[in-house]
């Protein structure tokens, strides 16, 4: 194995053994990277389809946070008017 070979190896097992929640600019000084530039376009490259997985994820965990109903109006707000001035349909 070259020495690049085996520093691109090292630098490859370093990332990928890291942490999700470590640093990249911590990354980026373990591995002697002049710029962080260099770090991420080495190492952040994922498949698309890892990406949109979680992306997908996260959306449905929104949705599921979201709440049911409406809040409780504020007291001394009458929630007819309210319902006038947010565009409602008359009940």
Do not use: K, N, W
């Not at 942490?19 to 990277?33: C, E, F, K, M």
């Amino acid at each position: 194995m070259t020495r690049e070979c085996h520093a691109r190896f090292s630098e490859s097992r370093t990332v990928q053994s890291r942490p999700a929640t470590h640093p990249l600019r911590d990354v980026q000084t373990i591995l002697g990277h002049a710029h962080l530039s260099t770090t991420a376009d080495v190492y952040l490259l994922e498949e698309e389809a890892a990406v949109i997985r979680r992306v997908a994820q996260h959306l449905a965990d929104r949705e599921a946070r979201q709440p049911e109903s409406a809040p409780a109006v504020a007291v001394g707000y009458d929630a007819g008017d309210l319902g006038v001035l947010f565009g409602e349909t008359p009940r």
